[in-house]
Structures are given as C-alpha cells and as structure tokens.
C-alpha cells in the first residue's frame, strides 16, 4: 500500500457523516438494523458516572479524530509489516470493508460496526442491509469495496442521513480531516479495529465472556491505546468524539 492511503479525487465522494447518534441510528435502522439497537454519545472513558448513561453491552464503538501526522506516521509503521488482507467468505472471524469511497469513512465505520459481531446477528431479514451483507461475504475487500461503491440503497440512506446533522455539512467533494475507525468486539471475543484506510482488519487482543467493547479491558486495547500513541507521539491536538452501538431502552 502506498504511504497515502487516502481515496483518488477521481473516485465518487459522498457529503462525509456527522458523529452524532441521531444521524449514524437513523441512517443503520434505515439500511436495516431494528431500533432495539443504536448509537449513544460517549462523553468520558475515565469518569464512571458519565460512563454509567451509556447502555450496555457496548457492541462497538465509533471514534472520530483529526488526522495528524503522528498518526500517519504511527499507521505506516504498523502497516509496512503487514500484507494486503484478502480474506472473505463465513469463516472469516470478521467482515473488513475497504474505502474507496470518498469523504465515506463514517459510513465505512458504521458498517464496520453492525456487521460483526453481535449486531450482525439482529439485522433485519430481506432488508437492505442484510442483502448488501450476503453479497459481501464471498467476495475479496476489491470486489467488496465495489459493491459497495454500486450500491444506489447505501448510497440513497446516506445522503438522507448526511442531511440530518446539527452543524451544516461539508460539501462531498471537500478535503475533510476527520477521520473514523471502528473498534468492534467479535463473537469470537477478539477486539477488532476496523479502519477502511488500512490494509485488513487489526486484532488488538482478546476479550472476556463478560467485558463488552466499552470495559477496561476493550478501552485499553483500542481507544487508550490510539490516545496514548498520540500523546507519546507528541500531538498536542487530542480531540476526539466516540459513540457506542448497543441497546436501545424505552
């Protein structure tokens, strides 16, 4: 992979999602996740009261950052030892989706985030999402980054959801440096990064039966981690927001 893995400017782009709960609920359970599932705010990872209002299990999260050169130079540390992922099929322990979408990284996360794992295992039967999901699964990251790039249904529910943020979105065709990577707890109990600008799926580690992606343990594998290689890397810019996939209570 090229030290920029960022998607050509010749490439279709889409107006890029705001991390807001509402929007990332609306455009899944439009695709074809029940509302017994959504996205919920993060607002600390330290404080157990603030952490106490995210309802639980925590199937995955969504963390959006500015992309920094420690962050650059950090993934192509990681990634200059690693080979181009071409697994597919059921027996893959998780679905990886390339980006070759533009400005599509939040939709990339998303996906990320309801087709592993526990939610992948209440997506709504003949629904949009589930068809889109079953094409996906034989298919290697190239021809699955394509059938996804073909998809007027994602592309429709995406533009109806990029409309419903509180701030005015970017246009599609604008350089944005936001950034969003998935970190979703497989049935297998592997914590997965999952990041369409990487070169597969990153395994950061095994966890309990009873430890769900937003426990000590997946906070440590993933979200510290990512912060903590920004600190030690000298970036003085550490904003970053998070939403978590569980359930949805009355």
Same mark, same amino acid.
């Given at each position: 992979?090229?030290?920029?893995?960022?998607?050509?400017?010749?490439?279709?782009?889409?107006?890029?999602? !705001?991390?807001?709960?509402?929007?990332?609920?609306?455009?899944?359970? $439009?695709?074809?996740?029940?509302?017994?599932?959504?996205?919920?705010?993060?607002? %600390?990872?330290?404080?157990?009261?603030?952490?106490?209002?995210?309802? #639980?299990?925590?199937?995955?999260?969504?963390?959006?950052?500015?992309?920094?050169?420690?962050?650059?130079?950090? #993934?192509? %540390?990681?990634?200059?030892?690693?080979?181009?992922?071409?697994?597919?099929?059921?027996?893959?322990?998780?679905?990886?989706?390339?980006?070759?979408?533009?400005?599509?990284?939040?939709?990339?996360?998303?996906?990320?985030?309801?087709?592993?794992? !526990?939610?992948?295992?209440?997506?709504?039967?003949?629904?949009?999402?589930?068809?889109?999901?079953? $094409?996906?699964?034989?298919? $290697?990251?190239?021809? #699955?980054?394509?059938? &996804?790039?073909? %998809?007027?249904?994602?592309?429709?529910?995406?533009?109806?959801?990029?409309?419903?943020?509180?701030?005015?979105?970017?246009?599609?065709?604008?350089?944005?440096?936001?950034?969003?990577?998935?970190?979703?707890?497989?049935?297998?109990?592997?914590?997965?990064?999952?990041?369409?600008?990487?070169?597969?799926?990153?395994?950061?580690?095994?966890?309990?039966?009873?430890?769900?992606?937003?426990?000590?343990?997946?906070?440590?594998?993933?979200?510290? #981690?990512?912060?903590?290689?920004?600190?030690?890397?000298?970036?003085?810019?550490?904003?970053?927001?998070?939403? %978590? &996939?569980?359930?949805?209570?009355?």
């Amino acid at each position: 992979m090229a030290d920029n893995p960022d998607v050509p400017n010749t490439q279709k782009a889409f107006v890029p999602l !705001e991390n807001n709960p509402e929007v990332m609920s609306h455009l899944v359970h $439009q695709l074809g996740l029940p509302p017994s599932l959504g996205f919920t705010d993060v607002y %600390s990872i330290d404080e157990p009261d603030l952490l106490a209002f995210v309802p #639980r299990p925590s199937h995955a999260l969504l963390l959006v950052f500015p992309v920094s050169e420690t962050y650059e130079q950090s #993934r192509r %540390s990681e990634d200059s030892s690693l080979d181009e992922y071409t697994g597919s099929g059921p027996s893959e322990p998780v679905m990886w989706f390339k980006q070759t979408i533009r400005n599509a990284c939040g939709l990339i996360g998303l996906l990320h985030a309801v087709a592993n794992g !526990e939610p992948r295992q209440h997506i709504t039967p003949g629904s949009d999402l589930d068809h889109l999901l079953r $094409q996906a699964e034989g298919l $290697q990251p190239i021809r #699955r980054a394509d059938l &996804l790039y073909e %998809s007027k249904a994602l592309e429709s529910a995406h533009a109806d959801a990029a409309k419903r943020g509180d701030t005015a979105a970017p246009q599609a065709e604008d350089n944005v440096d936001l950034h969003f990577v998935a970190f979703v707890k497989g049935l297998d109990g592997t914590l997965w990064e999952l990041d369409g600008r990487r070169k597969g799926p990153l395994a950061r580690g095994k966890l309990g039966a009873e430890e769900d992606a937003l426990s000590e343990a997946a906070l440590a594998l993933g979200v510290r #981690r990512f912060l903590k290689t920004e600190a030690e890397g000298g970036n003085p810019d550490l904003r970053f927001s998070l939403v %978590s &996939l569980g359930p949805v209570f009355d």
